[in-house]
């Protein structure tokens, strides 16, 4: 399986951010795996944002649940993040992947991953 993370590179305060992952070599529908954004702020560990399971049921981290959304095209093979609202702390290299069990992926344990994409955000 093969993900590449797109979206813009630079986003301005206040505004929303939006990533969208392609995948390629598996369907995001097939039993049983769960497909998760993470990001890395400069100088800092990995940070699991939320997942979207084969399902198409959704999870969330607790401290970005309120600005995060994570939702699918089944069609193009995708999923995308949207973070609103966003502020210069945002600023990360963000990371979409692939995982077998939701705790593992919570845990920041993945089978697969994208080669990340920096956003920066700023005015």
């Known amino acids: 399986v093969q993900l590449v993370e797109s979206g813009p590179g630079l986003v301005q305060p206040s505004q929303t951010l939006s990533l969208t992952c392609i995948v390629s070599?598996?369907?995001?529908?097939?039993?049983?795996?769960?497909w998760s954004w993470i990001r890395q702020p400069p100088g800092k560990g990995k940070e699991w944002m939320g997942a979207?399971?084969?399902?198409?049921?959704?999870y969330y981290s607790p401290s970005l649940k309120s600005r995060t959304s994570i939702s699918r095209d089944t069609v193009r093979n995708q999923f995308t993040l949207q973070l609103s609202s966003v502020t210069p702390e945002d600023t990360a290299v963000y990371y979409c992947a692939r995982g077998r069990d939701l705790e593992e992926v919570r845990a920041g344990v993945q089978l697969d991953w994208g080669r990340g994409t920096q956003v920066t955000v700023s005015s």
């Open positions: 070599g598996g369907s995001i529908t097939t039993n049983y795996y769960f």
């Open positions: 979207i399971a084969f399902s198409g049921d959704t």
